[in-house]
C-alpha cells in the first residue's frame, strides 16, 4: 500500500470514527426518548385506573397508544437516524463546514486517493503532498467534538430519575401497583382498596314501575353507609345514600317505581363496585 492510501486509510478511520459516534448518540438519545416514553404513559395509565377502574377496553386503547408511541419514536429517532447516519463523505464534508481551515481539503484526501481515483503517475505526489498536509491539520483537531452528547445525556438522566421514582412509587404502592401494573397489561384483577366492594346485586331486569334494591357488601374497612351513583339514560345522574344493616357489612337502598333503564356504580369508603345495568 503506497503512501496515500496509508494517509488516507488514517482519516477514514477517524471519520467512520466520527459516524459511529453519531449513531450511537442518536440511538441513545432515541432510546432514552422511548424509555420515558413508555414508563412516563404507563404511569399516567396506571393512576387513571386507580382514580377511574378503567374498563377493559379503555386499559386497551391506552396500551395500544403506548406502543404506538413507542414505536414511532423508535423508528424514528433509532431506526431512521441509524439507517440515514451520514456516510464517509457527507461526514468529512460536516467536519470541514465545523473547521473551515480544511478549505475542502479532508474530502479531497479521502476521494483522491482511494484505489482508482487516481491512475499510476498521475498526480499523484500531489494527492501524497495533500494527505500529508490534510492529516497535520487534522492533528490538532477532535473529529467527535462535532457531536453534542448533551441531550442524549440529558434524556438518560431524565429516565433514570423516572426509573428511580416508578421504583419509589412501586415500592410504596406495594399491591395495589402491582395490581395496577398488571390491569395495564390488560389484566382482570382488582385494584386492591382499603375497602373492598362485593357481593352487588349486579345487572338486572325489571318491570317498568316495579320497586328495585340494590344492595352490595364490604370487606376490609367498614364505612358507616354507603352511596350508589344512577346514571339514567334521559336525566342526569342522581345520588343515593346505601344504609348499613346493624351488626353486618351488607349496605341496601331501594329504588320506588323504575321507570327507565340506568347504570348504577356503588362506592364503599375508597372502594368501588364495577358499572352494572338495570333495563
Avoid at 377502574?53 to 433509532?78: K, N, S
Avoid at 401497583?177 to 382482570?188: I, Q, V
Avoid at 344504609?243 to 329504588?255: F, Q
Amino acid at each position: 500500500r503506497d503512501k496515500a492510501n496509508a494517509g488516507s486509510t488514517s482519516l477514514e478511520k477517524r471519520v467512520r470514527a466520527l459516524r459511529r459516534r453519531m449513531m450511537s448518540v442518536a440511538a441513545g438519545t432515541g432510546g432514552a426518548t422511548a424509555g420515558l416514553a413508555l414508563i412516563g404513559l404507563l404511569m399516567l395509565g396506571m393512576f387513571a385506573d386507580w382514580s377511574l377502574e378503567l374498563p377493559w377496553f379503555a386499559r386497551l386503547v391506552w396500551l395500544g397508544l403506548t406502543i404506538y408511541t413507542v414505536c414511532h419514536i423508535l423508528r424514528e429517532q433509532v431506526i431512521r437516524r441509524v439507517l440515514n447516519a451520514p456516510d464517509v463523505d457527507e461526514a468529512a464534508l460536516m467536519l470541514e463546514r465545523a473547521f473551515p481551515k480544511f478549505c475542502s481539503r479532508l474530502i479531497s484526501a479521502l476521494q483522491l486517493s482511494r484505489p482508482g481515483a487516481v491512475y499510476p503517475g498521475e498526480a499523484h505526489v500531489f494527492v501524497q503532498l495533500l494527505v500529508k498536509q490534510t492529516e497535520a491539520e487534522a492533528e490538532e483537531v477532535e473529529f467527535t467534538s462535532i457531536v453534542n452528547p448533551q441531550p442524549m445525556r440529558d434524556r438518560i438522566a431524565g429516565l433514570l430519575c423516572l426509573i428511580g421514582i416508578s421504583g419509589i412509587l412501586y415500592g410504596f404502592g406495594g399491591d395495589t401497583t402491582a395490581a395496577l401494573l398488571k390491569r395495564s397489561l390488560l389484566s382482570g384483577v382488582q385494584i386492591p382498596r382499603d375497602t373492598m366492594v362485593e357481593n352487588t346485586t349486579g345487572d338486572l331486569i325489571v318491570g317498568r314501575g316495579d320497586s328495585l334494591v340494590i344492595q352490595a357488601e364490604a370487606t376490609g374497612i367498614i364505612p358507616a353507609e354507603g352511596l350508589v351513583i344512577v346514571d339514567y339514560e334521559s336525566s342526569a345522574d342522581r345520588e343515593f345514600t346505601m344504609v348499613k344493616a346493624e351488626n353486618s357489612a351488607t349496605y341496601t337502598r331501594r329504588l320506588e317505581s323504575v321507570q327507565e333503564s340506568f347504570n348504577y356504580v356503588v362506592y364503599l369508603n375508597d372502594g368501588r363496585s364495577k358499572v352494572h345495568k338495570v333495563r
